[in-house]
């Protein structure tokens, strides 16, 4: 069974943000308003956070794209109390499934990283953009959690495609939004327990680490630390 | 015992009004077709693929245009005068330049992911497996023909020994 | 002043069933309007959304869930002093046990109904029992709640249905009443009485039991979240459980005051001294648990954990904080010293001025901010207003521990500080982990309860007082016991003598035959 992960090079990453819009599109997430935003109700399943570090003539300033980590002991998962958040055994994702859940917050509240969002009111678009939401994805009803699946729709796909042609799935046919749009090449997506994939190679390197790993959550989203390239390896 | 009575009358009352009156507004109404089609004189001519044409190629199998129509029914070609008389309202639509108004069921959920492609092409199941005896209906249904549960696509997919993962249909 | 009101505490046992008091209509019907307007925005919340509410990411939970932790410490304080009657035999107690298990019953009301609104699917709610997952809090609290609701139901039930009994014959017009509320039951035969005291006492042990393990769960859903630096931690359980013994007793003991002055009931004046000594030893508790907490966590200095303190103790919410620590812990304690143990008034004021300057210096040391700063703005240093917060209560102190108010009021007054204490300490408990305190960067979003929310939490106190009162309309708000002692020979002597030995000829307990009409029917 295939486990799927990602690893995010920090090196790489210019902090453009095309990942954070890419993901809104591909998943129907509804727009914020500056409004939204300093009331904290901004639903973002990849957001690109700034790190200061520094003051003002060595100022400078760190992105870190964060997302649903996918851990692997997913704390979100032990105390939801439907289920409706849950560890998929067949690819490692932990999806949302929306019909089954309460609206109790519990499991955002759960969350080490903070990356379940709330549907606090039923999400709108402006007219125009309702014909361009995604087929493929649902629109949350209001008072629904959700979260980064990391695009849990294409794998569907691109297993029935995979399927079609009477062959595996092999690396590179199940690809995410965000990793698709990012210009610098920063994300890597793939199955980790495949020694062939990419990502398995990268996630291995010696820059690589996650998010809380004291929490024992087990993360499935590898950050490089920036740092010197070991060109050979990573190229 | 006039109380009694008094009440019973009531009650009786009281329910016909409920049963007459306000649980039809929940209870789903039939949807107009436009036209009496059998689906049985059609299979006994064309396969289901011949008017459901993305069947193989999508997800959604998709309802016949005007168009796919057309390329059979060239004229009026019925025998029967109460043929001819549905058949002339695809010529209507043609002079009109309308699209037939089909009202396809079942409709799918907009949290279920569900492809006709994965099942008919891919893992080359019968339409009959899933859309029953349709071929052999004469009209078109008004309500929703069957119901298609959760539970009843994983008891086929527990057998197959497909799936049973919550995201492979779920989205 | 102190012997104008004697008659209340010897007056019949069954006085307040069904009297028509004008005063308890007048509060229901603000209550109802309440309620009803609750309802409104319960509707408004569930078309619209949870935005209604001022909850937000990361504080994804709010004053809901304070409340409920809240109520359910309440009722289980109030289950623990009814079984410590039934169950463990102390006498003394029995003429509040009624008014506990009533406390009880209302206050699980109010606990299920804001765990209620906090989900935002009720149509959903039987998922969390198709679909159990054993591994969630949720699922063992609703089904903890839900046990010690209906436990708490029977008990009161068992405990009150001899009383029903009785009420039948002594107001026979609405017998059918009492015949329905007791379930058709009329056996008060000594052997049936005895029957029903063991089946209590079983009761009481079972609620004692339910009510210990509802507020351990409830605990545990804050307690076994790692996610949030404060609330996880071992101390969390036990915590709860001490405040939850404290806040009872304390509302036992605001009610008990406050139905005393308004209905006539007989209990005397000892009982709420009594109570009030068992509260002192528990808040003395509370803050000694409270003391291993944060020792803990300042000598530890983790500094997610420690982030968490901070904010309580200087951020937002540091008046929640203080407040709790000088309002809900050390006033009521001087307060019980003055009334209980007889501390002489000038000598709390004394100390209270000698420990003025530690307290600014804590302020001035810890840096705090100045408290209610959008109200008097921040131009002074913080330390002028923790020492002015703390002449103001040292002086209100002084008003609230006049002997003329008598001792049943001081008390109560003590009683209440504590229970705004108790409240305050949950909100700490609840709300600083949420803010902002994850592995990610966040914005400090703040949260603040909206109008509607409040308006909603109003609306489920009101429900709970609803409740009360038609309680105190039905029932008979003290437990009748045909054995008591003819009360002892009036003793003039001491002004300081309690209260009821002024009354002369005391009524005997009205003891009615009881020859219900029904049980003269035999069969052929
Ligand atoms: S990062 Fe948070 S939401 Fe994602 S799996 Fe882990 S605990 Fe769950
Ligand atoms: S909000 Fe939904 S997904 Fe999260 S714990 Fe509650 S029911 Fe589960």
Sequence with gaps: MPRYGMVIDLDRCTGCQACAVACKVENNVPFSSPELALEGRTIAWMQVLPFYEGEFPEARTRFMPALCNHCEIPPCVTICPTSATYLSEETGIVAQIYPRCIGCRYCAVACPYTVKFFNWFKPKWPEPMVAGLNPDVSVRPKSVIEKCTFCSHRVVKARERADGEKRKLKDGDYQTACQEVCPAKAITFGDLDDPESRVAALSKSPRAFRFGEDLGTEPKVYYLREGEWDVERER | MGRAVFLLIAVAFLGAFLYLNVLPRFSPQPRAQPMRFSHKAHFEESTCEGCHVYVMEHGAAGTPTLENCLDCHDGLQSEKAEDQKEEEKLVVYEEEEREIPWAPFPRLASHVFFSHRRHAAVSEIECATCHEDIAESLTLPGNPPYEFTMKWCLACHEEQEASTDCVACHR | ?524
Aim: aromatic fraction near 12%; charge should be positive; proline fraction near 6%.
């Design chain 3, 1 to 524: 002043m102190s012997n104008a009101n004697d008659e209340r505490f010897n007056a019949d046992w069954f006085a307040n069933v069904l009297r028509r008091d004008t005063r308890l209509l007048v509060a229901a019907v603000p209550l109802v309007i309440l309620v009803l307007s609750a309802g409104f925005v319960y509707w408004r919340q569930f078309t619209t959304g949870m935005g209604v509410t001022g909850l937000n990411r990361p504080s994804y939970w709010g004053l809901y869930i304070v409340n409920c932790v809240f109520f359910v410490g309440v009722s289980a304080g109030g289950i623990l002093i009814a079984s410590l009657v039934h169950a463990l035999g102390v006498k003394q107690f029995r003429s509040v046990a009624r008014i506990a298990e009533l406390m009880a019953i209302s206050c699980v009301v109010m606990a299920v109904t804001s765990l209620f609104v906090n989900l935002c699917w009720p149509q959903r709610m039987h998922f969390i029992l198709l679909y159990a997952n054993v591994s969630s809090p949720i699922l063992w609290d609703m089904l903890n709640v839900s046990l010690y609701f209906f436990i708490s139901l029977a008990y009161g039930y068992f405990g009150t249905r001899s009383d029903l009994v009785r009420l039948m014959s002594i107001k026979p017009r609405h017998a059918w009443l009492f015949r329905l509320m007791a379930l058709g039951y009329t056996d008060v035969s000594p052997k049936a009485l005895k029957r029903d005291d063991i089946i209590l006492r079983v009761m009481a042990v079972a609620g004692l039991l339910a009510a210990v393990g509802m507020h351990s769960v409830t605990a545990w859903i804050l307690g076994l979240t790692k996610a949030r630096p404060g609330w996880f931690s071992a101390i969390m359980a036990p915590l709860f459980i001490v405040s939850a013994a404290v806040s009872g007793l304390a509302l036992l003991i605001v009610s008990v005051v406050l139905i005393r002055r308004y209905l006539r009931v007989r209990i005397k004046d000892e009982v709420i001294r009594r109570l009030a000594q068992i509260l002192t030893f528990l808040v003395l508790a509370l803050g000694y648990f409270l003391f291993a907490e944060m020792l803990t966590v300042f000598y530890g200095k983790e500094p997610a954990v420690l982030e968490v303190f901070e904010t309580m103790m200087h951020g937002r919410y540091a008046v929640f904080f203080w407040g709790h620590l000088l309002l809900g812990l050390i006033f009521p304690l001087l307060l019980f010293g003055v009334v209980l143990a007889g501390i002489p008034r000038r000598w709390v004021i004394i100390g209270g001025l000698t420990l003025l300057p530690i307290v600014a210096g804590i302020a001035f040391v810890f840096g705090l901010a100045m408290p209610f700063a959008k109200v008097v703005g921040d131009a002074l240093p913080g330390w002028v207003g923790y020492a002015a917060v703390w002449i103001v209560g040292l002086a209100l102190l002084q008003a609230c521990a006049n002997e003329r108010l008598g001792e049943d009021t001081r008390l109560g007054i003590a009683a209440g500080l504590v229970v705004l204490g108790i409240f305050a300490e949950r909100w700490n408990i609840v709300l600083p982990s949420l803010m902002g305190h994850s592995a990610l960067p966040l914005p400090g979003v703040s949260y603040a309860p909206s109008g509607l929310e409040l308006l909603l939490v109003a609306g489920i106190y009101a429900m709970g007082a609803l409740v009360f009162i038609v309680a105190v309309y039905l029932l008979p708000l003290v437990e009748s016991e045909e054995d008591e002692p003819p009360p002892p020979v009036p003793d003039r002597s001491g002004i300081e003598g309690p209260r009821w030995t002024t009354i002369e000829d005391i009524k005997p307990p009205r003891w009615p035959e009881i020859k219900p009409r029904w049980t003269e029917i035999k069969g052929p």
